[in-house]
C-alpha cells in the first residue's frame, strides 16, 4: 500500500545564518515555525503562544502589556526586568533591537507572519551586539489567488481581537507587485486588577519584482499601545491573591503608551550566476511615556529623575551585504562581505507623578537630556564545502558602539550628567559540518559574542556621582557547541551540548533617589543540553517535542557594597549561586491534527522548573506543568473559507508565575499566569 505524503519540514530554507541552506544542512541550533501552525488554534496576540517548541528559548507572557514578553535563550537576556535584552531580534530584516541591545515584539503581527526562525549559538555572533541569540519574523509575501480574509476573538478576560488581511498580486506596467496589508485591533480587562490594555497594529509588505534579477521590498508597520501595569507581587500576594495588584499600582494610576511607525526598504541584484548583493535602509520613531509608582517623597531628593518617563525615539540603519559564489580546489565556496549601521537619538525627559495633591498626573520637569548611540559593523562570512561531506563555516564581525548623553537638566544638587562612552568588540565564529548520511549531519561551533550596557543601565554611577557609569564594562561570551541532526519520521531531530563562558556579566548594583545602577558581577558558565523533533509523520498530523537542560552560574562572589550589604540577603551574588530568571529545565510537547478543511483539534504541554528571582537565591517562582488543547472546524465552498476555533489554557487551572521581574528592588518578584481560561475564534476568508 501507498505511504501518504508527509510534510518534509526539512525542505525549508533557514535565512538565520545568510546562507540560505536547509535546515539539516545548517551547521547551527535553529528552529523553525511556519506562520500557519503558529496561528492553528491560537488567540494570536503574543510570541508566547506559539514559539514553545524551540529548545532553549524561554519566552514568558507576563500578562502585562505594559512590559512587553520576557524572553531569553540559553540565559542570555534573563536579567531584563521589562523588554527584551541580550537577544536580538529581526521583522522581516529590520531591527526590533537598537543599537545599545534594547528590544522589543511590540510590533510583531502573528497575523500575518510566514515563518519565525530561532538561532542559538555561536552563530549568533555574526549579529553583534546582545546577540546571545536571535529571533527572526519573516511576513508572508502577496501571490494568487488575491484573498481577503477577516477574524474575531474573544477570551474568558474580556479580551477581544479583530483582524483584516489583504493578499495578492497584480500588474504594475510591465512589473508585478505582490502585498500583504494585515490590520489588527485588540482590547483587554486583563487577568490581574489594574491591567486593562488595548493595541492597534498594522503591517505591510510590498514586493516589486522589476525583473528576473532585480527586486524591491518595501516594509512598513505601526503599532499604538495603552496598557495599565499591575507591578508585580511579593509571595505573599502572589499566593494569597495572584489577580491582585499593588496597591501603589492604583494609587498612582501606574501605565504606559507607545505610538511606534516604521518603514524600511530592502533592494536584491543579482549580478550575475556567482553573485548578489542586497541593500536594506530603515527609520522609525517611537514615543513612550510610562508613569511609575515611586512616592511622591522619594521625589524631593534633587538628584530624582521623577516617577513619569517621556521618551522620544528616532532610530535609522543600513545593512548591505555582498554574495558571491565560487570554486577553490574545485568545491564550492560561498563568500558574504557587508557593513551595518544603526543609530538611535533618543530625547529623554522625566516629570514628578504629582501635582499637589492629585497623584498619577504629569507634574514639574526632572530630568532633560539627549542620548545618541550608534554602530558601525562589518562583517564577512565564508562557506567551504572542502569535502563531498565536509564544510566549513567562519565568519568575523567588528563591531563599535559609541553611547553619548548630553544633560540639559543641570540644577543644584543635581549635577551634569553628560558624557561619552565607546565598547569595540571583535567577534569570530567557526563551524564544521559533517554530512555522515544524506539523513545525518553533525557539527562543532564555537564563537565570540558580548553585550554592552543600554542606555538605562549605564546612565547613573554607582558612586552617585555626574555622569555615565564608565566602570560598567560589556559582558564577553565565549561559545562551543556540537550538535546532530537526523531526518526521521517525517521531519529532523536535533540534539546539541554546548557551553558559554562569560565574563564581566552585567547585574544590577543599587537603587536609591530614583537612579537604578549596574555592575559587573565577574564570571559566569551556562552549560546545556538541547533535545527537538518537529515533524508530520501522518498526514495532517503534526508533532513537537523539545526539552532543555542548562545549568546557569555565577563563578566568581561579587564583593561590592551592593552585595554584601548584610540587610539584604537577596543581594548577596556568591559563587555557584545560579543566574536568576532561567530555569533549569523545561519541556515542551504538542500535537495538531491539522488538515485543511474539516475536523481540527490539538493538545499541548509545557513544564518549567523553579527560576530563582534573584542573585542571593532566597526565593524562587515553583515549577510548573500546565497544558491547553484546542478544536475547530473548516468549512470550504469554492472560494470562501469559514473557520471556527476554540482552546482552553491552564487544562488543570494551575496556580503559577507566568514570569518574574529578575532582582526586583521591592521583592515584588512574581507575575502570576491565569487560571483556567478559554478562547474562541472565527476566520473568514474569500479567494478572488
Known amino acids: 500500500m501507498a505511504q501518504p505524503p508527509v510534510h518534509d519540514l526539512d525542505a525549508i530554507r533557514v535565512q538565520a545564518t545568510r546562507l540560505d541552506t536547509s535546515v539539516l544542512d545548517t551547521p547551527a541550533s535553529v528552529s523553525v515555525f511556519e506562520g500557519e501552525h503558529m496561528r492553528a488554534g491560537r488567540f494570536r496576540v503574543n510570541l508566547s503562544e506559539s514559539l514553545g517548541g524551540s529548545p532553549g528559548l524561554q519566552i514568558q507572557n507576563r500578562e502585562n502589556y505594559a512590559q512587553d514578553l520576557q524572553v531569553s535563550i540559553r540565559g542570555f537576556g534573563a536579567r531584563s526586568t521589562f523588554g527584551v535584552r541580550g537577544v ?59 484573498t481577503l480574509s477577516g477574524t474575531v476573538s474573544a477570551d474568558s478576560h474580556g479580551s477581544w481581537r479583530y483582524g483584516a488581511k489583504a493578499r495578492g498580486l497584480a500588474d504594475v506596467g510591465e512589473t508585478q507587485l505582490d ?60 499566593d494569597d491573591d495572584p489577580q491582585s495588584a499593588v496597591s501603589n499600582a492604583t494609587l498612582y494610576n501606574t501605565r504606559k503608551s507607545v505610538d511606534q511607525t516604521q518603514g524600511g526598504l530592502v533592494f536584491e541584484k543579482r549580478l550575475s550566476e556567482a553573485s548578489e548583493v542586497r541593500a536594506m535602509a530603515y527609520y522609525g520613531q517611537r514615543d513612550m511615556v510610562q508613569y511609575l ?31 558571491s559564489r565560487h570554486l577553490l580546489a574545485g568545491r564550492p565556496l560561498t563568500l558574504i562581505a557587508g557593513v551595518a549601521y544603526d543609530e538611535l537619538r533618543e530625547a529623554r525627559r522625566g516629570y514628578e507623578n504629582f501635582v499637589g495633591d492629585t497623584l498619577g498626573v504629569r507634574g514639574a520637569l526632572r530630568r532633560d537630556e539627549t542620548n545618541t548611540v550608534s554602530n558601525v559593523d562589518p562583517y564577512v562570512q565564508t562557506s567551504w564545502q572542502f569535502a563531498p561531506q565536509w564544510t566549513l563555516d567562519a565568519g568575523l564581525r567588528h563591531s563599535r558602539i559609541r553611547f553619548e548623553s548630553r544633560d540639559h537638566y543641570v540644577t543644584p544638587g543635581n549635577g551634569d550628567d553628560s558624557g561619552t562612552v565607546r565598547y569595540r568588540e571583535w567577534l569570530p565564529m567557526a563551524a564544521l559540518r559533517y554530512a555522515a548520511t544524506p539523513d545525518l549531519s553533525l557539527f562543532l561551533s564555537a564563537g565570540r559574542g ?119 540577603p537577596d543581594k548577596h551574588l556568591r559563587a555557584g549561586h545560579t543566574i536568576p530568571g532561567v530555569a533549569r529545565q523545561a519541556l515542551y510537547f504538542s500535537l495538531d ?77 512574581y507575575e502570576p499566569a491565569s487560571g483556567r481560561n478559554w478562547m474562541v475564534g472565527v476566520d473568514l476568508s474569500y479567494a478572488f
Request: aromatic fraction near 10%.
Open 88 to 146: 536580538r531580534l529581526y521583522v522581516d530584516g529590520i531591527p526590533a533591537t537598537m543599537p545599545d541591545g534594547q528590544g522589543q515584539t511590540s510590533n510583531i503581527d502573528i497575523e500575518s507572519i510566514d515563518r519565525v526562525e530561532v538561532l542559538r549559538g555561536p552563530f549568533s555572533a555574526l549579529y553583534g551586539n546582545s546577540s546571545g541569540g536571535v529571533i527572526q519574523v519573516f511576513t508572508e509575501e502577496g501571490g494568487l489567488p488575491a
Open 179 to 238: 502585498y500583504v496589508v494585515s490590520l489588527n485591533r485588540y482590547t483587554t480587562h486583563g487577568f490581574r486588577d489594574h491591567s486593562g490594555a488595548r493595541k492597534n497594529l498594522g503591517n505591510a509588505k510590498l514586493g516589486l519584482q522589476i525583473d528576473d534579477d532585480t527586486r524591491l521590498t518595501l516594509i512598513a508597520n505601526s503599532v499604538s499601545v495603552r496598557a495599565d501595569d499591575p507591578l508585580g507581587l511579593d509571595r505573599q500576594a502572589f
Open 293 to 323: 509608582a515611586i512616592p511622591a517623597a522619594a521625589q524631593r531628593n534633587p538628584q530624582h529623575s521623577g516617577g513619569v518617563i517621556d521618551l522620544g525615539r528616532r532610530y535609522a540603519g543600513a545593512d548591505v551585504r555582498w554574495t
Open 450 to 568: 558580548f553585550e554592552t550596557p543600554t542606555f538605562n543601565e549605564i546612565s547613573y554611577r554607582n558612586d552617585g556621582l555626574p555622569g555615565l557609569n564608565f566602570d560598567l564594562a560589556p559582558a564577553v561570551n565565549t561559545t562551543v557547541e556540537a550538535g546532530a541532526k537526523l531526518r526521521v519520521a517525517g521531519g529532523v531531530a536535533s540534539a546539541a551540548v554546548y557551553q558559554s563562558r562569560s565574563r564581566d556579566e552585567i547585574v544590577a548594583a543599587d537603587a536609591s533617589f530614583g537612579r537604578s545602577t549596574y555592575q559587573n558581577a565577574g564570571r559566569t558558565r551556562r552549560t546545556g543540553v538541547e533535545l527537538a523533533w518537529s515533524g508530520e509523520f501522518v498526514e495532517h498530523l503534526r508533532g513537537q517535542l523539545a526539552y532543555s537542560w542548562i545549568d546557569a552560574r555565577y563563578r566568581d562572589d561579587c564583593t561590592t557594597v551592593s552585595c554584601t550589604d548584610p540587610s539584604r
Open 593 to 669: 491534527w491539522l488538515p485543511e478543511e474539516g475536523f481540527q483539534a490539538g493538545i499541548d504541554g509545557r513544564y518549567l522548573s523553579r527560576i530563582y528571582v534573584n542573585d542571593g537565591n532566597t526565593e524562587a517562582a515553583p515549577a510548573y506543568f500546565v497544558a491547553g488543547v484546542h478544536a475547530g472546524y473548516v468549512w470550504r465552498s469554492g472560494p470562501l473559507r469559514l473557520g471556527a476555533r476554540a482552546r482552553i489554557d491552564n487544562l488543570f487551572d494551575r496556580r503559577y508565575a507566568g514570569s518574574v521581574i529578575v532582582n526586583e528592588g521591592n521583592l515584588r518578584y
